[in-house]
């Protein structure tokens, strides 16, 4: 027997096999069974010269997968058909999911916030240059860029003939010239656009969104969330923010869980603030009931992002007199601010964005 002659022996098994299929009966042992069909047919390469016989021992295998996967797959019909007439079986229940724990928190920040009157707005996640750095007191060379400038969107800079003026901030508003577009590296892109939006004062904004910088390790991701709150009204003070933060705290760690802010620089807000949380799990000692050392925070306290009083440069970029109006702004990163809630113990955000179930059921 030649190549050529095997193949034919093969197609003509192949669909025998075919018409058996539909009248049933026990094909694995008329196929497959040890004087079966294939048994006969495996006997003939002894015909088959030297050359040819690596090649016809290849064909005499892949019929050998493919008669077993038809017979098994024979099988397997015939024994879910009797299942199916069983109709006393219990129903299989479908799975259930549940909103991701990261969109769980975010309802719980808004909850907190429309309480005591903050209005929830979403600003764009993609947005002009002069909404996420020009309007904040950031000119087009500041070096205080340098740490947020992340993932720009590639298309021409139409703003360069127009000088930029601390005097007239809105000289360079994407409105008449354009500008460059990036991926917001943080929410405070909002606060403009808020006092645009509105006019004039009072103001009381929270701005959820999804924000992008370079930086990926366990407590970082490229993409993760912030919310941002801003405040502008006739004699709005430092307590007025510490107020709001404490609140916030009481609220989303539990009664009795502190704020501290501490000096720091951010280029949109003077004077400016780091704001810690009290440790919920030390109570802000630093220190365990049996005298050890609080492994969780180590001082007592959480870092968990910024705030400030609002540049009168800032209230200027969106319309509003410095002279008349101030106001407070503060944000910082929905996953930290999360996974610092009692009891969560998440080591790695990286986790909350796996897609892994057996890590998302557990929320
Ligand atoms: N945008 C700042 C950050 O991402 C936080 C901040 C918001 C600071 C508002 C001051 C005022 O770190």
Redesign the pocket.
């Known amino acids: 027997m030649n190549l050529h002659e095997l193949q034919n022996q093969i197609t003509k098994l192949k669909s025998s096999l075919e018409t058996d299929l539909s009248s049933g009966g026990d094909l694995n042992a008329k196929y497959l069974g040890k004087k079966g069909l294939f048994n006969e047919l495996a006997k003939a390469i002894q015909q088959v010269g030297p050359t040819d016989r690596k090649a016809a021992g290849q064909l005499l295998n892949e019929l050998k997968t493919d008669l077993e996967q038809t017979t098994s797959s024979q099988t397997s019909v015939s024994q879910s058909r009797e299942t199916e007439t069983d109709l006393t079986m219990p129903g299989l229940k479908p799975k259930v999911g549940h909103i991701h724990p990261i969109s769980q928190a975010m309802e719980e920040i808004v909850h907190i916030f429309e309480k005591i009157g903050f209005t929830i707005v979403r600003y764009p996640e993609v947005d002009w240059d002069w909404y996420a750095f020009e309007s904040l007191n950031m000119p087009p060379t500041h070096p205080a860029r340098d740490e947020w400038e992340t993932f720009f969107i590639d298309l021409p800079d139409t703003t360069k003939n127009i000088p930029y003026d601390v005097n007239n901030p809105r000289a360079r508003h994407p409105s008449v010239a354009g500008g460059k577009i990036l991926l917001t590296p ?3 892109n909002g606060q403009v656009r808020e006092m645009e939006r509105l006019g004039k004062p009072p103001i009381r904004m929270i701005n959820i969104a999804r924000c992008y910088r370079r930086q990926q390790d366990a407590t970082h991701t490229q993409m993760f969330h ?1 919310f ?1 709150g801003l405040v502008v009204d006739k004699g709005i003070n430092i307590q007025h923010l510490k107020g709001t933060l404490d609140y916030f705290a009481g609220q989303f760690y539990g009664a009795g869980t502190k704020s501290r802010i501490r000096p720091f620089h ?1 280029q ?2 003077e004077p ?1 603030f780091e704001v810690d949380f009290s440790c919920h799990i030390c109570h802000g000692t630093g220190v365990l009931k049996n005298g050890d050392k609080c492994k969780f925070c180590k001082s007592g306290w959480h870092e968990v ?4 009083m609002v540049h009168p440069n800032v209230l200027k970029a969106g319309n509003i007199d410095p002279d008349k109006y101030t106001g407070f ?4 990163g929905i996953e930290r601010t999360y996974t610092l809630q009692a009891g969560l113990n998440i080591d790695d955000i990286r986790l909350l964005y796996s897609g892994d179930l057996r890590f998302l059921e557990q929320f």
Not at 329 to 332: E, I, T, V
């Open positions: 943080q929410t405070s912030q941002e951010f949109f807000t400016s992002g910024g705030a400030g702004a503060f944000g910082w």
